[in-house]
């Protein structure tokens, strides 16, 4: 993306979104609107309790379907790979359902598009927006990333199981808060710079955000911080509760809507740079989104008592400070290079200041400093 060149403004999202405790029991009703042929795209660490609910419903009413179990990255060689399995089966298929997390529903959707058929999207965390978007992250075969695949249109139907959510590990919750939090921010930066949305990438017009586009990226971040940490102690101890619901709907549509409709700009450029170095433990994209985020409000000097209010946020509810926490303490100089160079060459132009390879590498390492030294 670049400056626009336009005075169109757009938005984008999803055909349908639906949310709430135990939605996935009415799943047949939106497989009914696409067909009776159904093929469900699992994500294999889920499957051992996914795949009897699945059966349960669909064997009762004699439905054609199949179950595929998806592990492993999202790169090319397994999008390829998952193609190919999925060709033999997906002739009379009327529509592709996609259950997992990101990796398995950006796999999913690429592979939905290729074949043509519609898909249904039902996340089992609240960790990204990958369910919402029409864009799908690839990555190397090392973990580091590597471009997006800008897709025709949004997933079909788009199914929130609350109750599914909830059980999933907390840590995926907080780091959906991460990279929801985000979203605010970079979308305010890309209107100061008056700068494509990722919605100009997906359709080839220089477009910017609607007035609906600004509105929800502000209302995901009032709803982050307003409900952010008693939705964290109620996912703790496994209960749904209205905050929870909340944060659910913010991590997910709020923030997808939020950063296709207007776009990205540090915290996620710097997260992708960020990538390139193999952290001494495994991280998450909202977590590394996190941190990216303290960069950003470093190179657009925010006030220090704002950056101290979201520092004390983030150690309320467990979200990374410092670089050691996200695995990569101890960078050399030629590390940091890389994930400047990195960083550079990506969607930190969209920030309404001169960037550099310096201001990005200072960024970082300011932003370490200032987490390792911050009192609550």
Request: charge should be negative; charged fraction near 20%; hydrophobic fraction near 45%.
């Amino acid at each position: 993306m670049e400056k626009r060149t336009t005075n169109f403004r757009g938005f984008c999202s999803p055909n349908r979104y639906l949310q709430g405790p135990g939605i996935i029991n009415s799943l047949k009703l939106f497989t009914d609107l696409f067909g009776s042929n159904i093929v469900f795209y699992i994500d294999k660490n889920i499957a051992s309790f996914v795949s009897p609910k699945i059966k349960q419903i669909f064997d009762l009413n004699e439905i054609n379907y199949e179950i595929i179990e998806f592990s492993g990255e999202i790169t090319l060689a397994s999008i390829e790979s998952n193609k190919d399995k999925l060709l033999s089966i997906m002739s009379t298929a009327d529509v592709l359902v996609a259950i997992g997390g990101g990796k398995t529903i950006d796999v999913t959707k690429v592979i939905a598009e290729a074949i043509n058929v519609p898909i249904i999207v039902v996340p089992s965390v609240a960790s990204t927006d990958a369910p919402t978007s029409g864009l799908s992250i690839i990555y190397k075969e090392n973990g580091e990333h590597s471009h997006e695949i800008f897709l025709k249109k949004n997933p079909d139907f788009v199914i929130v199981d609350s109750e599914i959510i909830v059980k999933a590990p907390v840590r995926f919750f907080i780091s959906g808060i991460g990279d929801a939090l985000a979203t605010f921010f970079e979308a305010e930066a890309n209107q100061q710079s008056n700068y494509e949305n990722v919605l100009s990438a997906e359709i080839g017009l220089s477009i910017g955000p609607s007035i609906a586009a600004k509105t929800i990226a502000k209302s995901c971040y009032e709803t982050i911080i307003r409900d952010a940490e008693l939705a964290v102690e109620a996912v703790k101890l496994g209960r749904l509760t209205e905050a929870v619901e909340n944060i659910i709907e913010a991590n997910t549509l709020l923030s997808g809507i939020g950063f296709e409709t207007n776009g990205t700009a540090a915290a996620h450029a710097i997260h992708d740079g960020l990538t390139s170095i193999k952290p001494s433990f495994p991280t998450t994209h909202g977590e590394r989104v996190a941190f990216g985020l303290l960069c950003e409000f470093i190179i657009e000097n925010k006030e220090k008592s704002f950056i101290d209010s979201i520092l004390q946020f983030y150690r309320n509810i467990g979200l990374p400070t410092t670089l050691s926490q996200i695995g990569l303490e101890n960078l050399t100089n030629e590390q940091l290079l890389k994930i400047a160079d990195i960083t550079f060459n990506n969607v930190i132009h969209a920030e309404p200041v001169v960037i550099t390879k310096e201001v990005i590498i200072n960024s970082i390492l300011l932003a370490d400093h200032i987490g390792k030294n911050f009192k609550d």
